[in-house]
């Protein structure tokens, strides 16, 4: 069965510092990858994802991720955060059966 | 443009009442879900529904059930609420098999607070 690990419950980062928020999965094909953003008392929305292909993938607000197979791992990041970026992260996988399970994520805090 | 409807927005309840989580989306996807959002515990997925007619067990089933009434409409059951199952409620779908692109990502409805007492 997949599953999705977020090893960091928080992180706090000054502005304009880098991020990098990890994400490991488990799971036997090539999966599906996603990062949502969740800012306070909103809704979910997507900022990445990957299914195939070029293993860098390009998001919204700046983001970007890695899939790296050997690592099983699909690593957020991004060059310089702003204290807009303040809001709790998600990474997801999916299978072929439609299934999509979510890790617990990660709450970013920005000093500014 | 509504996407994904859930209702109620907020809803209490007491230890043993029963109530029923609607959800509906008009972008004909095939796939819908339910997750439970709680502090510290990410989204976990309570069952989903991969195309009208199906429906499968998530990680969190228990005390839960669901109906596909048609491919717009999803709804959660609690049969007998209990404390433990005081949470956000979240409503997603996506096209899916076969009508899409298998990795399209979750649209997700605006969410349902409930608190059991």
């Known amino acids: 069965a997949q599953s999705v690990t977020q090893p960091d419950i928080h992180i706090t980062v000054s502005e304009g510092a880098s991020l990098e928020l990890r994400c490991n999965y488990s799971?036997?094909?090539?999966?599906?990858l996603f990062w949502y953003v969740q800012s306070p008392g909103q809704g979910l929305q997507l900022l990445l994802k990957?299914?195939?292909?070029?293993?860098l993938v390009q998001g919204i607000k700046g983001f970007e991720a890695e899939f790296k197979r050997s690592q099983s791992s699909f690593n957020l990041r991004k060059p310089s955060v702003h204290w807009s970026d303040a809001a709790e992260y998600f990474c997801?996988?999916?299978?072929?059966?439609?299934?999509?399970?979510f890790g617990k994520g990660t709450r970013l805090h920005i000093l500014p | 443009n509504a996407g994904v409807t859930q209702t109620p927005k907020f809803q209490v309840l007491k230890t043993g009442q029963s109530m029923t989580l609607q959800c509906a989306q008009d972008?004909?996807?095939?796939?819908m879900y339910w997750y439970r959002q709680d502090p510290g515990m990410g989204l976990r997925l309570i069952y989903y529904?991969?195309?009208?007619?199906?429906?499968d067990k998530g990680e969190v089933p228990n005390g839960y059930n669901v109906s596909r009434l048609n491919k717009r409409e999803f709804s959660l059951r609690l049969e007998s609420a209990a404390p433990s199952q005081t949470s956000v409620y979240f409503c997603?779908?996506?096209?899916?098999?076969?009508?899409?692109?298998?990795?399209?990502?979750?649209?997700f409805g605006n969410g349902t607070r409930l608190t059991v007492t």
């Open positions: 529904s991969a195309s009208e007619g199906t429906t």
């Open positions: 799971y036997g094909a090539t999966p599906y």
């Open positions: 997603a779908s996506r096209p899916g098999h076969p009508f899409g692109f298998a990795g399209s990502p979750l649209h």
């Open positions: 997801a996988v999916g299978e072929r059966g439609d299934k999509i399970i």
């Open positions: 972008m004909n996807h095939n796939s």
């Open positions: 990957y299914f195939s292909g070029d293993t």
